[in-house]
T-cell receptor, first 109, second 114 residues
Framework: AQRVTQPEKLLSVFKGAPVELKCNYS??????LFWYVQYSRQRLQLLLR??SRESIKGFTADLNKGETSFHLKKPFAQEEDSAMYYC???????????FGQGTILTVHP | EADIYQTPRYLVIGTGKKITLECSQT?????MYWYQQDPGMELHLIHY???????EKGDLSSESTVSRIRTEHFPLTLESARPSHTSQYLC?????????????FGNGTRLTVT
């Protein structure tokens, strides 16, 4: 079975502060990990994926297989980063994603 | 423009009515999915399809049914709506099952059953 846990339902930071959204997963094989974001009144969209090892909008995430984590980080948060963030795992070859519970990030001015 | 479309965007309907939520994508994707997003904002997979004439139940049990007669179309049907079906329903599609291929989501249908 595959499972994704985002321990923080709500996260508030001030503009310019570092931010880290935690994600832990449970899967016995080799997973694919993703971060999705949902801005207010917009559709759910891909932010980044571990396979690309990319930085999007200043966000990065490193897959740590030893700790089974895929935390999302940004050194200097911006107000426009306020959104709902979902961590997601794809474990099988069937393509379906298992999502975490989501973290609402609020960046205060 | 290649995209994934869901209609209606909002639906308020009485108990016992039959409803169909439409989902169409113009990206030529074989894989399609229905997720239910509950008031706490968690996402649960309720149905998925690998291609035409292929449908499977997801991780969350649902009284809804789906069909996949055409590649681009993946409608979800509730034969008799109940207040417990009130939720947001998200349709998604993807190109490949792995190798970093992301899911593309529609705007969702917010269903309210009174």
């Amino acid at each position: 079975a595959q499972r994704v846990t985002q321990p923080e339902k709500l996260l508030s930071v001030f503009k310019g502060a570092p931010v880290e959204l935690k994600c832990n997963y449970s899967y016995s094989g080799s997973p694919e990990l993703f971060w999705y974001v949902q801005y207010s009144r917009q559709r759910l969209q891909l932010l980044l994926r571990h396979i690309s090892r990319e930085s999007i909008k200043g966000f990065t995430a490193d897959l740590n297989k030893g700790e089974t984590s895929f935390h999302l980080k940004k050194p200097f948060a911006q107000e426009e980063d306020s959104a709902m963030y979902y961590c997601a795992l794809r474990g099988t070859s069937y393509g379906k994603l298992t999502f975490g519970q989501g973290t609402i990030l609020t960046v205060h001015p | 423009e290649a995209d994934i479309y869901q209609t209606p965007r909002y639906l308020v309907i009485g108990t016992g009515k039959k409803i169909t939520l439409e989902c169409s994508q113009t990206m030529g994707h074989d894989k399609m999915y229905w997720y239910q997003q509950d008031p706490g904002m968690e996402l649960h997979l309720i149905h998925y399809s690998y291609g035409v004439n292929s449908t499977e139940k997801g991780d969350l049990s649902s009284e809804s049914t789906v069909s996949r007669i055409r590649t681009e179309h993946f409608p979800l049907t509730l034969e008799s709506a109940r207040p417990s079906h009130t939720s947001q329903y998200l349709c998604a599609s993807s190109e490949y099952p792995r190798d970093g291929s992301p899911l593309h989501f529609g705007n969702g249908t917010r269903l309210t059953v009174t």
